[in-house]
Nanobody, 125 residues
Framework: QVQLAESGGGLVQAGGSLRLSCTTS????????MGWFRQAPGEEREFVAA??????????YYADSMKGRCTISRDNAKNTVYLQMNSLKPEDTAVYYC????????????????WGQGTQVTVSS
């Protein structure tokens, strides 16, 4: 049973930074595509970033709203994927979810098979 567990959320002031972590267990491998999504109150869940270890060249994708402000990375030895977020804005306030899929990189929520429970990020103005 694949399991994902996010951590690192919290309250931060606008302009600040946070690093979210997602630890995987139960059969995920370094070949999985890992992604981050977020869902703000009253909004649909939206794509933030994704990373595919198997691709050479461009192997990361970012939402336009986060491009230049976040970096997705992974430590395969620790089965952990990270989302470093900088220059945070109040509109970044959301529950952030880690997701995994067995296949090549994707950005659609429906393409991801496994999900964590989410971690709350609140950015105050």
């Amino acid at each position: 049973q694949v399991q994902l567990a996010e951590s690192g959320g919290g309250l931060v002031q606008a302009g600040g930074s946070l690093r979210l972590s997602c630890t995987t267990s139960g059969g995920t491998s370094s070949t999985y595509t890992m992604g981050w999504f977020r869902q703000a109150p009253g909004e649909e869940r939206e794509f933030v970033a994704a990373h595919d270890n198997r691709r050479s060249g461009t192997n990361t994708y970012y939402a336009d709203s986060m491009k230049g402000r976040c970096t997705i990375s992974r430590d395969n030895a620790k089965n952990t994927v990270y989302l470093q977020m900088n220059s945070l804005k109040p509109e970044d306030t959301a529950v952030y979810y880690c997701a995994a899929r067995r296949f090549t990189i994707a950005t659609m929520e429906s393409d991801f098979e496994y999900w964590g429970q989410g971690t709350q990020v609140t950015v105050s103005s």
